[in-house]
């Protein structure tokens, strides 16, 4: 045995300077982490559980011999990503990454799979929200602003490009307010322009600031382009978002409150824009002007927050409302009900369609309308994902027909849709008049009026 100068041997010597090297390690280890620890880093890994992949197969049409004029099918596997803006599993993505999908399949950072269904979608600003059910409440994205951006700030893309899930780019705000023509179906007005790499599957997931926070949507990438991305700024998407989740409430308890964001970034509570005439919202006593500043046990701080805390909700919950009035304090007791536009024929038609109709007295349809048409119904509302919606019916227009059957009456409607032979007819043609103009489309219409009847009386 080799024996050192201090009568110890070797082999000792070095296991004692291994051990003493070793007590330095967790320092240095430390050190060398808290330096990686930047602000991107943190970023993502504050976000990351809130962030969703999402992949489902569309069929596209397509043309099975070059100028043969025969249309055909094919199947393709279409990616995307999404955001969580409500524990309960509701999820803000684009528009055109469900379009078309049966089966829409989410997988979260856990590597846990879910299957969503819709819940409401806007394709003129492409946006669309689902819903999963996990069984434990969901992380959600924090979000920020987008109306203090500056161009040349960093900022980081998290979403699945090229179904490589939660993959993470960063770079800068390149430019604001950029109106981009992606097609010929799909123009987008006032978009953050950046150079952090979008690429395919991207869309719908969150761009992101360094303190972690969500300041736009990731939405398209310019074709032929290098270096060039656009996200839709998370103000308007809020919006959006509101709106549909505003909507979408509405359909199963009725509340009659329509609600918009306090300027200012630390107001609490959000604004009572209007008050529906006869709603529960009206006879609880809530007025235009009033500030709701908790619904229950939540403090809401935006819109968003208000509509989200009635998603779920049933006719005949009583839900307590905290109120700012003339700088008082007040509470209220909301009693949610069914809407009467949503019951006996006229709930059946708006379930089965997404048309809420009028009838029209044959003077007034004469005084205003020069055509052929005996008479028709005033459409009053059209529901935001329904068929009626997307063949782009408005408020406004007057439904003269359907199939080979005028619509004078809602007692007419409803022989269409009562039909045994509807599946057959399906899709129904439609005429609507439009000022002095005659329009027409085909709804699409797969449900009877006995299962919609059946629905909106549950």
Same mark, same amino acid.
């Given at each position: 045995? *080799?024996?050192?100068?201090?009568?110890?041997?070797?082999?000792?010597?070095?296991?004692?300077?291994?051990?003493?090297?070793?007590?330095?390690?967790?320092?240095?280890?430390?050190?060398?982490?808290?330096?990686?620890?930047?602000?991107?880093? #943190?970023?993502? @890994?504050?976000?990351?559980? /809130?962030?969703?992949?999402? =992949?489902?197969?569309?069929?596209?049409?397509?043309?099975?011999?070059?100028?043969?004029?025969?249309?055909?099918?094919?199947?393709?596997?279409?990616?995307?990503?999404?955001?969580?803006?409500?524990? =309960?599993?509701? &999820?803000? %993505?684009?528009?055109? +990454?469900?379009?078309? +999908? *049966?089966?829409?399949?989410?997988?979260?950072?856990?590597?846990?799979?879910?299957?969503?269904?819709?819940?409401?979608?806007?394709?003129?600003?492409?946006?669309?929200? &689902?819903?999963?059910?996990?069984?434990?409440?969901?992380?959600?994205?924090? &979000?920020?602003?987008?109306?203090? $951006?500056?161009?040349?700030?960093?900022?980081?893309? !998290?979403?699945?490009?090229?179904?490589?899930?939660?993959?993470? %780019?960063?770079?800068?705000?390149?430019?604001?307010?950029?109106?981009?023509?992606?097609?010929?179906?799909?123009?987008?007005?006032?978009? &953050?322009?950046?150079?952090?790499?979008?690429?395919?599957?991207?869309?719908?997931?969150?761009?992101?600031?360094?303190?972690?926070?969500?300041?736009?949507?990731?939405? /398209?990438?310019?074709?032929?382009?290098?270096?060039?991305?656009?996200?839709?700024?998370?103000? *308007?998407?809020?919006?959006?978002?509101?709106?549909?989740?505003?909507?979408?409430?509405?359909?199963?308890?009725?509340?009659? +409150?329509?609600?918009?964001?306090?300027?200012?970034?630390?107001?609490?509570?959000?604004?009572?824009? /209007?008050?529906?005439?006869?709603?529960?919202?009206?006879?609880?006593?809530?007025?235009?002007?009033?500030?709701?500043?908790?619904?229950?046990?939540?403090?809401?701080?935006?819109?968003?927050?208000?509509? #989200?805390? $009635?998603?779920?909700? *049933?006719?005949?919950?009583?839900?307590?409302?905290?109120?700012?009035?003339?700088?008082?304090?007040? @509470?209220?007791?909301?009693?949610?009900?069914?809407?009467?536009?949503?019951?006996?024929?006229?709930?059946?038609?708006?379930?089965?369609?997404?048309?809420?109709?009028?009838?029209?007295?044959?003077?007034?349809?004469?005084?205003?309308?020069?055509?052929?048409?005996?008479?028709?119904?005033?459409?009053?509302?059209?529901?935001?994902?329904?068929?009626?919606?997307?063949?782009?019916?408005?408020?406004?227009? !007057?439904?003269?027909?359907?199939?080979?059957?005028?619509?004078?009456?809602?007692?007419?409607?409803?022989?269409?849709? @009562? #039909?045994?032979?509807?599946?057959?007819?399906?899709?129904?043609?439609?005429? +609507?008049?439009?000022?002095?103009?005659?329009?027409?489309?085909?709804?699409?219409?797969?449900?009877?009026?006995?299962?919609?009847?059946?629905?909106?009386? @549950?």
């Amino acid at each position: 045995m *080799k024996v050192s100068s201090f009568g110890m041997p070797t082999s000792c010597w070095v296991l004692v300077w291994i051990y003493l090297w070793g007590i330095g390690l967790p320092a240095e280890s430390a050190e060398s982490t808290s330096s990686r620890m930047s602000p991107i880093v #943190r970023a993502v @890994q504050r976000v990351r559980p /809130a962030v969703v992949n999402i =992949r489902g197969e569309k069929t596209l049409p397509t043309t099975e011999a070059a100028g043969s004029g025969v249309e055909g099918a094919r199947r393709v596997n279409g990616m995307g990503t999404g955001v969580a803006i409500d524990p =309960r599993g509701y &999820i803000l %993505t684009n528009h055109h +990454v469900i379009d078309g +999908v *049966k089966e829409i399949q989410v997988t979260l950072a856990d590597g846990n799979r879910y299957m969503a269904k819709l819940v409401a979608r806007d394709p003129e600003t492409d946006l669309a929200i &689902i819903k999963i059910d996990p069984p434990t409440p969901m992380p959600v994205i924090p &979000i920020g602003r987008s109306d203090d $951006l500056l161009p040349g700030e960093t900022v980081i893309a !998290v979403g699945n490009a090229y179904g490589y899930e939660h993959t993470v %780019t960063r770079g800068i705000i390149s430019a604001l307010h950029r109106a981009v023509q992606v097609s010929e179906a799909q123009y987008y007005e006032d978009l &953050i322009q950046t150079d952090a790499s979008i690429n395919p599957g991207n869309s719908g997931g969150p761009l992101l600031n360094e303190d972690g926070e969500m300041i736009g949507i990731n939405v /398209a990438v310019r074709a032929g382009a290098q270096g060039i991305g656009f996200a839709i700024p998370v103000n *308007k998407a809020l919006d959006v978002a509101t709106r549909l989740l505003a909507d979408y409430t509405q359909k199963t308890a009725w509340h009659g +409150v329509k609600a918009a964001d306090l300027p200012g970034a630390e107001a609490e509570g959000v604004r009572v824009e /209007a008050v529906e005439e006869g709603s529960p919202a009206a006879q609880a006593g809530l007025k235009p002007g009033d500030r709701i500043t908790a619904v229950g046990d939540e403090k809401v701080r935006r819109a968003l927050d208000f509509y #989200r805390t $009635l998603l779920e909700r *049933k006719a005949g919950e009583q839900i307590p409302l905290v109120i700012q009035r003339g700088g008082q304090s007040q @509470q209220l007791a909301l009693n949610l009900a069914s809407h009467p536009r949503r019951s006996g024929s006229a709930g059946a038609i708006w379930e089965t369609l997404g048309l809420e109709l009028k009838p029209i007295s044959e003077e007034t349809f004469k005084q205003q309308y020069k055509t052929r048409y005996r008479g028709g119904l005033l459409v009053a509302a059209v529901r935001p994902d329904s068929p009626a919606a997307e063949q782009g019916i408005l408020a406004g227009d !007057v439904l003269v027909g359907m199939h080979i059957w005028e619509t004078i009456s809602l007692e007419n409607v409803l022989y269409v849709l @009562q #039909r045994p032979d509807l599946a057959r007819i399906s899709p129904v043609k439609f005429y +609507v008049l439009r000022g002095q103009e005659t329009l027409y489309g085909y709804l699409p219409v797969v449900t009877t009026v006995a299962q919609a009847s059946g629905r909106s009386s @549950q």
